[in-house]
């Protein structure tokens, strides 16, 4: 069965500082992995995606991610944390099927402190 | 939140009545979807439409109802079945590729 994990529920990190959201997956096949962000009471907004190519995929607001295959890891990152990026995120991955639905982890509530 | 409405974003239900949420959308997409979120749950995928006319059950189907008459809309009811109704509702749509755009949601409260 495909799946997505989120493995901590929050991550703090001190604005300036790297930042990283975990993601590990289980997919059949390549898998079609994505990053989306949620601000309190708002629809979910896309950062990024992995389809195929380069691992290192680069999306929105300076979020990047890296997608490792041996880990089936798909880990988002970015160089230097704001306030502004404290909110909930989410990894997902298209299920395998063909069917064009896609399995979300349970988010990870990212907290920056100033 | 881009040209997806979803309507009202606050409802509230009694126990035993059926009610229907309002997503619509002007982003000419063919692929529409229905998710729920609970706390520490994630989403969780309602029901789905990839064309007009047409819409399978997702992963937790039971005591929901939907529609696909037209492309813009795709209504969500929710029926007296639903044990537990209380959640945020997010609708989204898909175009050729993979990336989904997300409604700003509608909270619904059972009272």
């Known amino acids: 069965a495909q799946s997505v994990a989120q493995p901590e529920d929050q991550v703090n990190v001190a604005e300036g500082n790297p930042l990283t959201v975990k993601c590990t997956y289980s997919?059949?096949?390549?898998?079609?992995l994505f990053w989306y962000v949620q601000y309190p009471n708002r629809g979910l907004q896309f950062l990024l995606k992995?389809?195929?190519?380069?691992?290192l995929v680069k999306g929105s607001y300076g979020f990047e991610a890296e997608f490792n295959k041996s880990q089936t890891s798909f880990h988002l990152k970015k160089p230097s944390a704001l306030v502004s990026d404290s909110a909930l995120y989410f990894c997902a991955v298209r299920d395998a099927s063909g069917t064009y639905k896609y399995i979300f982890g349970t988010g990870t509530r990212l907290k920056v402190l100033a | 939140d881009g040209g997806i409405t979803q309507s009202p974003k606050y409802l509230f239900r009694k126990e035993g009545q059926n009610v229907t949420l309002s997503c619509e959308q002007n982003l000419n997409h063919d692929a529409m979807y229905w998710y729920r979120q609970d706390p520490g749950q994630g989403l969780r995928l309602i029901y789905y439409?990839?064309?007009?006319?047409?819409?399978q059950k997702g992963d937790i189907a039971e005591g929901y109802s939907v529609s696909r008459e037209k492309k813009e809309s795709f209504p969500l009811t929710v029926t007296s079945a639903q044990k537990n109704p209380t959640a945020f509702y997010l609708c989204a749509t898909r175009l050729s590729g993979d990336t989904q755009y997300f409604g700003p949601g509608t909270r619904l409260t059972v009272l």
């Open positions: 439409s990839q064309i007009v006319n047409d819409f």
């Open positions: 997919v059949s096949g390549n898998p079609y």
């Open positions: 992995y389809i195929t190519g380069d691992n």
